[in-house]
């Protein structure tokens, strides 16, 4: 079950935290693997990581905000059977503290880089007579969170768009859904709490677990397994959906 041989499969920001667990997963799992990055050093690494289990993997170079990049990548690679949406930014602040640079930085990668990908693989998928796309959300795109509002705004975008295209390419044999993960923790993570919260990193990140009812952060790796089932054959008859994958945030933490 869950095979994705002789599956070409495109990971945005495929090198590290969730993309490069989902990367390592489908590698494993058959599936010919291109990361899509900006930081060559990080996508470097998680390829030759793959290459020495066995897998298929090549990476890259492309800003997914620019669409001319994207379309000349997705031109390279051929043939595309799945798209993880999963480049992306984060931001703190609110509606009054958030300057305008600020939230245009981050509805230019987070939802104008979606919008790209999307934009280069439809084409290709619909060529091809189908294919999966998966989006990253967050449940920012669901509830609210203190000081999150470009962030989550992005995020609500992710899971509209979502809707729109499982909708409008279902008679394509194009499935579309999305993930909504809470924290997970990741390098991320890590380098966030440090330049946010200088001198406080175990108390904050003791803070940020204990958000999730479940009591922790969740694996890369287990975000990576729902990403494989919802691109895998098994989940066909899935699409237009969003997936929390929260420890129970959405609807325990109350």
Avoid at 2 to 25: D, E, P, Q, R, Y
Avoid at 48 to 64: Q, R, S
Avoid at 148 to 156: E, L, P, Q
Avoid at 209 to 224: D, F, H, L, N, V
Wanted: one cysteine or more; hydrophobic letters at 40%; proline letters at 3%.
């Amino acid at each position: 079950m869950f095979s994705l041989s002789n599956k070409s499969v495109v990971i945005t920001g495929g090198g590290s935290g969730i993309g490069k667990a989902i990367s390592l997963l489908f590698a494993k799992q058959g599936a010919q693997v291109s990361i899509i990055e900006l930081n060559e050093q990080v996508a470097l690494e998680t390829v030759n990581e793959i290459l020495a289990e066995g897998g298929i993997a090549k990476h890259y170079m492309a800003d997914v905000s620019d669409q001319q990049q994207v379309i000349s990548v997705f031109k390279s690679i051929g043939k595309i059977d799945i798209l993880i949406n999963n480049a992306g930014i984060a931001h703190v602040g609110n509606a009054e503290n958030t300057s305008e640079s600020d939230f245009d930085r981050i509805m230019k990668v987070n939802v104008k880089g979606a919008y790209n990908c999307l934009f280069g693989v439809i084409p290709i998928m619909k060529a091809n007579k189908g294919g999966v796309i998966l989006n990253t959300a967050s449940i920012a795109a669901h509830v609210g969170l203190a000081d999150r509002f470009a962030y989550s705004t992005s995020k609500g975008a992710i899971h509209a768009m979502t809707l729109s295209v499982a909708r409008d390419f279902l008679t394509d044999n194009i499935r579309c859904n999305s993930i909504s993960p809470a924290r997970v923790h990741t390098p991320f993570v890590d380098g966030f709490i440090a330049k946010n919260y200088p001198g406080e990193e175990d108390k904050i990140f003791e803070k940020l677990s204990k958000s999730q009812p479940i009591g922790r952060m969740a694996k890369p790796s287990e975000i990576a397994a729902l990403a494989l089932y919802l691109c895998s054959d098994e989940a066909g008859f899935i699409t237009g959906c969003d997936y929390p994958i929260d420890g129970g945030f959405i609807t325990l933490n109350n």
